[in-house]
């Protein structure tokens, strides 16, 4: 008699377990991600020995654990470092994601590179030796304390790493790596899992911090990091428009440090370049006065951060309006749009209505509601806000103007950057009288409109 194979399905957005297909995941709600994996494969795997993460095997007291001796590594990008928190943590295990061609590859050669006094190991599944060098050379590096290790079985990765014991390892990619001990192909969610477990175990037992690559498409969740994300210890996104050359690095996860830290970098013809004052790139219009354009003042993460909101608002030539927004949540620009037409009286259900955040940037800060207002009405009007205001505060679903934190750091970047007026909440409370820049505050929409529109 034959025997039935032992499948289960895995949902390739959360890792959910199924023993048979849905549509629909019950524990994320994502459609189309269950994939078949081999069941009997996870049984022998190291996923569970994975949760082994301190050799001493027995239970310590917090004075008892010693760990000033591992200092955080520089990783020689200044923007790298800050994000994780100000430099890498022994033992632990980043993953950085992104789409196909975004610039991983670039940017995880660009660390051993900038960084000689690192010994890394550059385990790669993707490019050949040649093709590496060929990167290299265009990136302009001349380090010799890199090894380049052109590999896909990670017992044999790991057998070569504990021998070398490296300062940092490098693997590009997840989804190219296959462990032996799995008959599923490279790139499954078994595999993946695996992978993932096994480099976990080599980084906390040696101390070697691992930078793991993973690929990620439009949607984020096809096939592997998501999957990963509750088993490594930092979660770096690498986003950005590819026909754009700005790209942004996003934390996401920090077991060592604070999360929405964001950095900016520029792909050039010699690789990526860090743009350490992002809100000079992001203003881009300043100082010609186009209806349509608001500057938002926000923060992201630790640091504020100054960028233009754009908005186009026409008649529509169908009948029902269409609105789209990019870098921004769809749901809260309908919601704007509603508090501006119930409770400020434009009537703005007839048009179509479209907004941008310049540089591809995806917010989610508050502080832009009021950017995104002015500039609709800007644009509904046909009316130029000057290029010297800014605008940082919340809109409430009665119009009122809430306050936002840490608005005088935001304040602060504003006068830093030459603006002359900011918009905030009425509520908002200063302990200083900012010097430079004029502070103009209003308690609801009806009152901001007059304020700027009269
Ligand atoms: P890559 O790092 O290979 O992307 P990933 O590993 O995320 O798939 O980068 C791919 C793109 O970057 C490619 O389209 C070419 C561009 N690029 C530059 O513009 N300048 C450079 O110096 C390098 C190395 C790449
Ligand atoms: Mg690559």
Sequence with gaps: MATKAKTSWFCSACGNESPKWMGRCPA??????????????????????????SPDRKPLRLKEIDYSKEPRRSLGLGEVDRILGGGIVPGSLV??????????????????????????????GEESAKQVKMRAERLGGKDDSCLI?????VESILEEARSIVPDLMIVDSVQTMFSDSIDSTPGSVSQIKEVAALLLRFAKETGVP???????????????????????????????????????????KNRFGSTSELAVFEMTGAGLREVLNPSEMLIPMHGQGLSGAAVAATLDGTRPMLFEVQALVSSAVYGTAQRSATGFDARRLNMLLAVLEKR?????????????????????DPACDLAVICAVLSSNFDFAIPSDVCFAGEVGLSGEIRPVAQTERRIGEAERLGFKKIFVSYFTKLDRKPQGIDVVKVADVPALVKALFK
Excluded at 225 to 237: A, M, T, Y
Excluded at 344 to 364: E, P
């Design 95 to 124: 993953l950085i994601g992104g789409e196909p061609g975004i610039g991983k590859s670039t940017l995880s050669l660009q660390i051993p590179l900038g960084c000689p006094e690192l010994r890394t190991l550059y385990v790669t």
């Design 344 to 364: 400020a009286g434009f009537h703005l259900s007839a048009k179509d209505v479209f907004l941008n955040m310049a540089g591809g940037l995806k917010v989610s």
């Design 210 to 252: 691992v930078i793991l690559i993973g690929h990620i498409t439009k949607d984020g969740y096809i096939a592997g990091p998501k999957i990963l994300e509750h088993i490594v210890d930092v979660v770096l996104q690498f986003e950005g428009e590819n026909r754009g050359s700005y790209r942004i690095l996003r934390s996401i």
């Design 28 to 53: 994320c709600g994502e459609w189309n991600t269950m994939v078949e994996a081999p069941k009997e494969d996870l049984k022998k795997s190291s996923v569970t020995a994975a949760g082994r993460v």
């Design 149 to 153: 290790f052109c590999e896909t079985m």
